[in-house]
């Protein structure tokens, strides 16, 4: 059985044309003599009827903060209603086709509401309808637990969906059809003028979607490396032919020298809270407990700087006011810096190359950004900001590490 996994984006089955473009890409596939599985987000994006976070609203305006489980409930009939609207247009276009829910679809998780992992996939019913020559639409980001409960995967989790059933049936590759016409060398409404990267390996995608870069979920990326699932990342509304991310590299299109690159893309994250505890690290209740209680609270923390003096950390935005009640209930004295983001540069090239944290520093001194905390592994350097300087970051960034330039014949600086 030659399968594909064909996966459509929020965008990608939002309206009638998208729709039909999906319908034709379908039609391609099995013209080729390929099985397709479908796999589908919710509709759209926020503010539209059944995007997902239209319905997150929905939940708070009833509780301001939902039961995760019936948060979870909700959530997933975004991608149900998807399922039965792309399933009705694949059938009046003459494709047989069957609407089926992450459980149906045999997609089991753990009960990690909200972020649940996958623990194992059971394509029977697939494999069913396949032989029935019926071509499954599956609703992405969701699952079912042993025990029948309905859970989510976390924001962006239909990429999962389609790396995890890609991987169980042994597909050939796995499509994600989205509105960017590939991985870019930074998100293009920072850098409209960043360029479509034609093939990268696992590791280099693996770590930009971990810093940030939110074309796909870093979980697929994980799930795709592990079973060596071909990816195309490519978009609905054009014919470029996309991203390949795959184990092996062969020829490489472009950059044409990517054994001098230093740097693959710029990545960002934004809605970050700096949290800075004024008594510093002398004062009582200890740091640990500062830690622990922050994590009993479910706050999850990055770019942690402790010294003898100081304690800073970022958090997520939206749980800056639980994060200011449990330090406050410990005594401390904490300054909240909002609206800020981060900015990474991410590449594998970077290892032990001196200079990188240089060439950073004086690009955004340079295009007057100021730092607000910075943090390093062996392939990334990320600098926290003010969200106004955005933009102004990223493109500096981008232009420094030579990503703007049509080739990279001589590599880009260090
Ligand atoms: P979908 O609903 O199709 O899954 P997403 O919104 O999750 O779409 O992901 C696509 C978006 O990812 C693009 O519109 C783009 O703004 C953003 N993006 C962020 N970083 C990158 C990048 N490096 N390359 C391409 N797109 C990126
Ligand atoms: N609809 C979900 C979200 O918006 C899952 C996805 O789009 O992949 O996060
Ligand atoms: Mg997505």
Redesign the pocket.
């Known amino acids: 059985m030659k399968v594909v996994v064909q996966?459509?984006?929020?965008?990608?089955v939002a309206t009638e044309d998208a729709r039909q473009r999906l319908v034709a890409r379908v039609k391609h596939a099995m013209s080729e003599g390929l099985l397709v599985v479908i796999v589908v987000?919710a509709m759209g994006?926020g503010g539209e009827p059944y995007a997902t976070d239209t319905l997150i609203e929905l939940a708070r305006k009833a509780h301001p903060e939902p039961d995760p489980r019936e948060l979870d409930l909700l959530m997933s009939c975004g991608e149900i209603i998807s399922t039965v609207v792309v399933s009705g247009t694949l059938r009046a276009s003459g494709i047989d086709s069957v609407a089926m829910t992450g459980a149906q679809a045999g997609i089991f998780t753990d009960g990690a509401f909200g972020n649940s992992r996958i623990i194992r996939v059971d394509p029977k019913r697939i494999m069913e309808e396949l032989d029935r020559h019926r071509t499954p639409v599956v609703a992405g980001f969701q699952g079912t637990t042993e025990t029948g409960e309905t859970t989510t995967l976390g924001?962006?989790g239909?990429?999962i969906t389609a790396v995890a059933l890609g991987a169980s049936l042994g597909a050939l590759s796995v499509e994600?059809?989205?509105?960017?016409d590939?991985?870019?060398?930074?998100?293009?409404?920072?850098v409209p003028h960043?360029r479509?990267?034609d093939r990268m390996s696992y590791d280099e995608i693996s770590q930009?979607a971990h810093e940030?870069?939110?074309?796909?979920?870093p979980r697929a990326v994980e799930i795709a490396m592990r079973h060596n699932v071909p990816l195309r990342?490519r978009s609905?509304f054009d014919d470029a032919p996309g991203?390949l991310v795959s184990r092996t590299q062969g020829a490489l299109a472009w950059p044409e020298s990517r054994h001098y690159q230093v740097v693959t893309?710029?990545?960002?994250v934004t809605d970050l809270c700096l949290v800075s505890l004024l008594n510093g690290t002398g004062a009582a209740p200890p740091i640990t407990s500062v830690f622990r209680k922050l994590a009993e609270g479910g706050v999850s923390i990055d770019m942690i700087s402790v010294s003898q003096s100081d304690c800073s950390f970022v958090i997520k935005e939206d749980v800056s006011d639980r994060t200011n009640r449990i330090l406050k209930s410990l005594g401390l004295g904490v300054d909240l810096k909002r609206h800020c983001a981060k900015v990474s540069i991410v590449g594998s090239g970077m290892r032990g190359v001196p200079g990188v944290m240089a060439n950073v520093a004086e690009a955004l001194h340079d295009a007057g950004v100021g730092i607000l905390q910075t943090s390093d592994s062996h392939v990334t350097i990320s600098c926290l900001i003010s969200h106004d300087n955005l933009h102004k970051a990223a493109q500096a960034l981008h232009s420094r590490f030579g990503l703007d330039e049509a080739s990279q014949q001589r590599g880009n600086q260090s």
């Open positions: 996966k459509f984006g929020g965008t990608s987000s994006r924001r962006g239909s990429d994600i059809f989205t509105d960017v590939g991985i870019k060398t930074a998100d293009p409404r920072v960043a479509t990267i930009m940030g870069a939110k074309v796909i979920h990342i609905t991203t893309g710029i990545t960002h």
